[in-house]
C-alpha cells in the first residue's frame, strides 16, 4: 500500500502563498487519485483538490477554487498544491490522502471515498 507524507506548511501573512507537497513511498502513483483535503479548529474536513494520475482529472472545491493549483511530478511520486492569495479562514491542518482508481470506477476523483491519508501539514494565515 502507498504511505504519504504531506509537508510545506508554515506560517504566513494573508495574501501570502505556500505550496504544499504529499510525498509518496511504498507504491507509484499512477493507479491512484490524489486528494488535498484541510481541517480548521472546530471544522469538519473539507476537500479541497483532486487528480487522477491516470488521466489528469483534476477538481477544486469553490472554497479556493482560483487560489489553488494542483500538480504532480511523477518522477518524484510527488503531488504539490499550490496556495495563493491565502486567508486566514485558510488556517487548518492540510492532508494528503490516496484512493486506487480501479475501486472507483467511473467516478470523479471527488467523489472517491480516499483509504489512505498520511499526517497533516499546519498552515496558519495571520491578518
Known amino acids: 500500500d502507498v504511505q504519504l507524507q504531506a509537508s510545506g506548511g508554515g506560517s504566513v501573512q494573508a495574501g501570502g502563498s505556500l505550496r504544499l507537497s504529499c510525498d509518496a513511498s511504498?507504491?507509484?502513483?499512477?493507479?491512484?487519485?490524489i486528494g488535498w483535503f484541510r481541517r480548521a479548529p472546530g471544522k469538519k474536513r473539507e476537500g479541497i483538490s483532486c487528480?487522477?494520475?491516470?488521466?489528469?482529472?483534476?477538481f477544486y472545491a469553490e472554497s479556493m477554487k482560483g487560489r489553488v493549483t494542483i500538480s504532480s511530478d511523477n518522477a518524484k511520486n510527488t503531488v504539490y498544491l499550490q496556495m495563493n492569495n491565502l486567508k486566514p479562514e485558510d488556517t487548518a491542518v492540510y492532508y494528503c490522502?490516496?484512493?486506487?482508481?480501479?475501486?472507483?470506477?467511473?467516478?470523479?476523483?471527488?467523489?472517491?471515498?480516499?483509504?489512505?491519508w498520511g499526517q497533516g501539514t499546519l498552515v496558519t494565515v495571520s491578518s
Open positions: 487528480i487522477k494520475m491516470n488521466d489528469g482529472q483534476t
Open positions: 490522502a490516496a484512493d486506487l482508481i480501479r475501486q472507483n470506477l467511473g467516478r470523479g476523483c471527488q467523489d472517491m471515498t480516499y483509504d489512505f
Open positions: 511504498g507504491a507509484s502513483f499512477g493507479p491512484y487519485a
